[in-house]
């Protein structure tokens, strides 16, 4: 069954770094683009980043511009979200997923696939 696996994540204080990474399996990536998203408790899924198939073109939300960088290397078949200057606010659980194109990704999280069960980030002092 193709999926994604996400790992990286912890408790880290205010400030801090974490590198997620996302592992796909039984597909490739290079032909997909993938989001990475979030979802803090009580609250709804939302996309956090995504990185074009082809270009490799990088979208951000502006609550983590300039903060997070997205990367993805098809030969690992591997997309990692390094996080840096965390804050609290970017406690949740993070998943990725594929799609093809990148454009609106935030209002097309339904158009997205291959979710896996993602990892907690807790961002805490």
């Known amino acids: 069954q193709s999926h994604f696996s996400e790992s990286g994540g912890g408790l880290v204080q205010p400030g801090g770094s974490l590198r997620l990474s996302c592992v796909a399996s039984?597909?490739?990536?290079?032909?997909?683009?993938v989001g990475w998203f979030r979802q803090a408790p009580g609250k709804g899924r939302e996309g956090v980043s995504c990185?074009?198939?082809?270009?490799?073109?990088?979208y951000y939300a502006d609550s983590v511009k300039g903060r997070f960088a997205i990367s993805k290397d098809n030969a690992k078949n591997t997309v990692t979200l390094q996080m840096n200057s965390l804050e609290p606010e970017d406690t949740a659980v993070y998943y990725c997923?594929?799609?093809?194109?990148?454009?609106?990704?935030?209002?097309?999280?339904?158009?997205?696939?291959?979710w896996g069960q993602g990892t907690q980030v807790t961002v805490s002092s």
């Open positions: 990185i074009a198939n082809y270009g490799g073109r990088e």
């Open positions: 039984g597909f490739s990536l290079d032909r997909y683009s």
């Open positions: 997923a594929a799609t093809f194109g990148c454009s609106g990704y935030r209002s097309r999280i339904s158009e997205f696939d291959y």
